[in-house]
C-alpha cells in the first residue's frame, strides 16, 4: 500500500512509508558519484554537526522522555536492533577466528569477539531495566540482519575483516547520528556500545599487509566492499520500513527527527568517512 507522508519542511512524497520517504529523498542532498549515490551513503562522521545540540528530548533523561510511548516504542526497538546486531558481531567474529591464518591473529578475533558480546549484555540488561522482554525486543531484526550475514558471508579471511571493517563501521556511524536525538540516558548506552572493540586498526593492519604481498588483492576487496554497502543498505531500508516507531523517529514524528536537509548532511558525512575508511584500508571506494 502507498500512501503520501509530509514531511517536516513541508514536502510529499508517494513513497511506501517514511523509510521509503528517507530512502527516495537522499540523493537530492548529495553529488553525483556516477552510480547510485543511495548505495553510497552508508557510514557517517565521527562527529555529526550538530552533536552538542541538546534540545528537546535530548536534554531530557529517559524518565521524562518515555512518558511518550511512541518515543519509548522507537527506543525499545533501536536498543532491540543493536542488541541483536552485538549478538550476531559476536557470532560472526567467532566464526571469522576460524579463518585466521595464525594463532595471533585467531586471539584477537576472540578478544573482539568477547568485547561484542559484552555489549550485547548491556543492551540486554537495559531492555530488562526498563521494562522490556530482550529476546521479544529482538526478534523483530533477526529475519533482516542474519539475510544480510547469509548473503554476505565472507569467502576467506581478508573478506572478513573488510566485512567486519566496512559493514560494521556502516551501522556504527548511522546509529550516532540517531543517538543525537535520544534522551541523555539512552544515547551514552548506545554511544557506549558502538566503541570500537579494536578491529578497525587490526583490519586495517592486515588488509595492508595482504596487498602489499598481492597488489591484485586490492580490487577483488574493493568490490567486496561495495557489494556489503548495497546490502547493508537494503536490509536496513527493509528494517526501518517494518518498524513504524524507528520510520517516524527518523522523519521527525518523534525525537526532534531529521528534515530532509538534515537528511542530505547526515548522509554526506556518511559517505565522507566512508570514504577515508576505503583509503585507511587502501581500497577505492
Known amino acids: 500500500?502507498?500512501?503520501?507522508?509530509?514531511?517536516?519542511?513541508?514536502?510529499?512524497?508517494?513513497?511506501?512509508?517514511?523509510?521509503?520517504?528517507?530512502?527516495?529523498?537522499?540523493?537530492?542532498?548529495?553529488?553525483?558519484?556516477?552510480?547510485?549515490?543511495?548505495?553510497?551513503?552508508?557510514?557517517?562522521?565521527?562527529?555529526?554537526?550538530?552533536?552538542?545540540?541538546a534540545t528537546g528530548i535530548a536534554a531530557q533523561d529517559w524518565a521524562t522522555a518515555a512518558a511518550d510511548p511512541q518515543y519509548r516504542a522507537a527506543v525499545v526497538d533501536l536498543l532491540g536492533a543493536l542488541a541483536y546486531g552485538e549478538l550476531a558481531a559476536f557470532e560472526r567474529l567467532a566464526e571469522d577466528a576460524k579463518l585466521a591464518p595464525t594463532l595471533e591473529d585467531k586471539a584477537e578475533l576472540a578478544k573482539m569477539a568477547s568485547a561484542e558480546f559484552h555489549h550485547f549484555e548491556r543492551l540486554r540488561g537495559r531492555l530488562t531495566e526498563i521494562g522490556e522482554e530482550p529476546t521479544?525486543?529482538?526478534?523483530?531484526?533477526?529475519?533482516?540482519?542474519?539475510?544480510?550475514?547469509?548473503?554476505?558471508?565472507?569467502?576467506?579471511?581478508?573478506?572478513?575483516?573488510?566485512?567486519?571493517?566496512?559493514?560494521?563501521?556502516?551501522?556504527?556511524?548511522?546509529?550516532?547520528?540517531?543517538?543525537?536525538?535520544?534522551?541523555?540516558?539512552?544515547?551514552?548506552?548506545?554511544?557506549?556500545?558502538?566503541?570500537?572493540?579494536?578491529?578497525?586498526?587490526?583490519?586495517?593492519?592486515?588488509?595492508?599487509a595482504a596487498i602489499d604481498a598481492d597488489p591484485r588483492v586490492g580490487g577483488r576487496l574493493a568490490l567486496w566492499a561495495r557489494r556489503l554497502m548495497g546490502e547493508a543498505l537494503s536490509q536496513s531500508q527493509r528494517v526501518v520500513a517494518d518498524r513504524d516507531a524507528l520510520s517516524t523517529m527518523l522523519v521527525g514524528g518523534v525525537a526532534d527527527g531529521f528534515d530532509l536537509a538534515e537528511v542530505g548532511r547526515m548522509f554526506s558525512r556518511i559517505t565522507e568517512a566512508h570514504t577515508k575508511r576505503m583509503a585507511a584500508l587502501g581500497l577505492a571506494a
Open 1 to 53: 500500500m502507498r500512501w503520501p507522508i509530509r514531511s517536516r519542511c513541508g514536502c510529499h512524497t508517494d513513497g511506501q512509508g517514511p523509510a521509503r520517504f528517507v530512502a527516495a529523498h537522499v540523493d537530492q542532498g548529495l553529488p553525483p558519484c556516477g552510480e547510485r549515490v543511495i548505495v553510497r551513503f552508508m557510514t557517517t562522521s565521527d562527529k555529526p554537526d550538530n552533536e552538542n545540540a
Open 136 to 208: 521479544r525486543a529482538m526478534e523483530p531484526f533477526v529475519a533482516a540482519l542474519d539475510g544480510f550475514h547469509r548473503q554476505t558471508a565472507p569467502s576467506d579471511w581478508l573478506e572478513g575483516l573488510v566485512k567486519a571493517y566496512v559493514g560494521d563501521s556502516i551501522a556504527s556511524d548511522f546509529y550516532r547520528e540517531v543517538a543525537v536525538r535520544l534522551d541523555a540516558d539512552t544515547r551514552a548506552l548506545v554511544l557506549a556500545v558502538l566503541d570500537d572493540t579494536g578491529h578497525a586498526g587490526f583490519a586495517v593492519d592486515r588488509v595492508r
